[in-house]
């Protein structure tokens, strides 16, 4: 599963995001990576305990929690802090895959990583390369989308970030633990629940078999959510 | 799980039943109970392995599984055939639940006991007493159906046969394995079903809304089934 969600953040608050990162200090992107990711990994990030990451990653976090799309399809039961990356003209991140546990620094959570998450904060038209690809059995998808759009995929897959070529690629990316942990479970419920807001709109919150689709829904989370 | 199936089998149908087990052999139907259920049933069965019980049983099943709500609610996989018993003044079985496991004396073949249904063959005014007691997950719920109708419920709740004052009470007991073992999945399977048929006609059968709720409604059975 692999969702797009546009407009995470408006442009106003990219513009507002981008100010901030532009005055803030940058540090090697390898101070996060796992063993093998360092060997493939060449960036800038905030660094993940100063106050810009901090502060801008509260304000991620806020607007994931009112974005109806991203809670549908994520589930989230933990969200690990936002991190923030810049990738100039040379750089790029090789074929890796996340960390299965993060540990939040500084405190004693843990969190297992179903879903990560990009969201793009550059226009697809500041740089050239810099595509994120997603690899699975069969192929390989590539992603670019606009500033304030962000794209949820399976932590499980391989994937990179092409060389840029041109210009500044900036973007905030974080890992979640998802109340289910089963993707094919997840993309069901992200389903059902997408079909129920479309028949609701249609209908009415009160039609009898919104509202019982409205139950189902809701049983299959009891079913199959850890908190 | 207690799913109500009205006029599962039609008048014509049910007096072709009676009019022969008015005029077959019956005998005690504590041979097919197990050794805590002897103790406690009261009634006379049609010898499982007659002829007569195993034609009917034949009928039986072929109408059930050509019943869309039956297929609908049972998702069966497989069938023990079904007995037939009869419950005269006096006669009663208390509570108690089925065997969870159930070999056919005849072929061999095995089955774990999902569901158990009822299918009643007299009409509530022919008899008094002999009401079907149902524990399940809301409580206990009494039945006395019309002849012809079905009552499909958790082969693991305990039920029960109150005594019969007047008259004779005909009806089949069926055991089934289900695709979907358990009850909640198989409850969450159906309801969903059952919504689909709702809004089918209101909606019409090529409405993309409804084609995607088909789509969840077929991949939950692909999560949590046994074929």
Known sequence: MLICIPEVLSKSEVAEFRRTMAAAPWEDGRTTAGSQSSLVKNNLQLPQCGQAARELGDKVLDALATSQMFVSAALPQRIFPPLFNRYGAGHSFGLHVDNAIRGVPNTPIRLRTDLSATLFLSEADEYDGGELVIEDRVGQQEVKLAAGDLVLYPSTSLHLVRTITRGERIASFFWLQSMVRDNVARALLFDLDQTIQSLTARFGAGDSTCVKLTAIYHNLIRTWAET | ?227
């Open chain 2, 1 to 227: 799980m207690l799913i109500h199936s009205p006029k599962i089998i039609d008048a014509a149908e049910v007096a072709a039943i009676r009019s022969i087990l008015d005029r077959a052999d019956w005998e005690d139907g504590a041979s097919t109970a197990g050794a805590n259920s002897s103790q406690i049933k009261k009634n006379s069965q049609l010898a499982p392995n007659s002829e007569t019980s195993r034609a009917l049983g034949e009928r039986l099943t072929s109408l059930l599984f050509g019943n869309p709500q039956f297929v609908s609610a049972a998702i069966p996989s497989r069938i023990f055939p079904p007995l037939f018993n009869r419950y005269g003044v006096g006669d009663h079985f208390d509570a108690h639940v089925d065997n969870a496991v159930r070999g056919d004396p005849m072929t061999g073949a095995r089955l774990r006991v999902d569901l158990a249904a009822t299918l009643f063959l007299s009409d509530p005014e022919e008899y008094d007493g002999g009401e079907l007691i149902v524990d399940d997950i809301y409580g206990s719920r009494r039945f006395k159906l019309a002849a012809g109708d079905l009552l499909l419920y958790s082969a693991g709740s305990l039920h029960m046969v109150t005594p019969v004052e007047r008259g004779v009470r005909y009806a089949s007991f069926i055991w089934l394995q289900s695709m979907i073992r358990h009850d909640e999945a198989r409850g969450l399977i159906y309801d969903l079903d059952v919504s689909i048929q709702e809004l089918a006609p209101r909606v019409g059968s090529d409405d993309p809304d409804l084609r995607k709720l088909a789509s969840a409604y077929h991949n939950l059975i692909r999560y949590w089934c046994d074929a």
